[in-house]
């Protein structure tokens, strides 16, 4: 079965610090993998997939098959980047759909 | 940017009463799907929906829940006799492709609609 692990429920950081906000992954077929971010009381907002290779609001993050891992990071942390982190997983469900399955997301907190 | 809307934002109900929640996707969206996140813990799959029928839906959605598509814009979560348990962010959300893969496979959520049962 698939499941997303996030192991930090909390993550402080200086301002100006770098950032690593770590997720690993278990999926027998091949994986789709998403982050999210959700500021307070806000919507989920997607962050970054990794089939994009993009990087936003500086944060980048790589898909390593072999460590089932797709770790957020960014160098230099920033105060508004202080928010609640999902990293998701996108399963290919049947009848044509395919839904998320999240992680139980990790909140970093950027201290100024 | 599109995005998906939902009401009300925040809904307060007693227990035993009947809570519909709308949402309307991104118009040229197909997939539809709600998803909740209980204050605290991480968010879970609901159900999700395409031609107007139901394509999948989890353990979470029992027969206390049914999901609707009343006119071509709505998309409805409706929740009957609600428990204390059910008090949640209810986040709607829309995708347009059919497949996974490719650069459109993304879900957009809505801002959610925050229910306390009472």
């Known amino acids: 079965a698939q499941r997303v692990t996030q192991p930090e429920k909390l993550l402080s950081v200086f301002k100006g610090a770098p950032v690593e906000l770590k997720c690993n992954y278990s999926?027998?077929?091949?994986?789709?993998l998403f982050w999210y971010v959700q500021y307070s009381r806000q919507r989920l907002q997607l962050l970054l997939r990794?089939?994009s290779r993009e990087s936003i609001k500086g944060f980048t993050a790589d898909l390593n098959k072999g460590e089932t891992s797709f770790h957020l990071k960014k160098p230099f942390a920033q105060e508004e980047d202080s928010a609640m982190y999902y990293c998701?997983?996108?399963?290919?469900?049947?009848?044509?759909?395919?839904?998320?399955?999240f992680g139980k997301g990790t909140k970093l907190s950027v201290i100024p | 940017e599109p995005e998906v809307t939902q009401t009300p934002s925040h809904q307060v109900t007693q227990m035993g009463q009947e809570v519909i929640l709308r949402c309307v996707p991104i118009?040229?969206?197909?997939?539809f799907y709600w998803y909740r996140q209980i204050l605290g813990q991480k968010v879970e799959f609901l159900v999700s929906?395409?031609?107007?029928?139901?394509?999948?839906k989890s353990e979470i959605f029992d027969d206390q829940f049914s999901v609707e598509r009343p006119d071509g814009s709505n998309f409805t979560l409706k929740i009957r006799s609600t428990k204390l348990e059910d008090s949640a962010m209810y986040f709607c959300?829309?995708?347009?492709?059919?497949?996974?893969?490719?650069?459109?496979?993304?879900?957009?959520f809505g801002e959610g609609s925050w229910l306390t049962v009472v």
């Open positions: 959300a829309s995708s347009e492709t059919k497949f996974p893969g490719g650069s459109g496979n993304t879900i957009y």
């Open positions: 990794h089939i």
């Open positions: 998701a997983l996108s399963q290919y469900s049947g009848a044509g759909s395919y839904q998320l399955t």
């Open positions: 118009s040229n969206h197909l997939y």
């Open positions: 999926y027998s077929g091949s994986p789709e």
């Open positions: 929906f395409y031609n107007n029928e139901i394509s999948e």
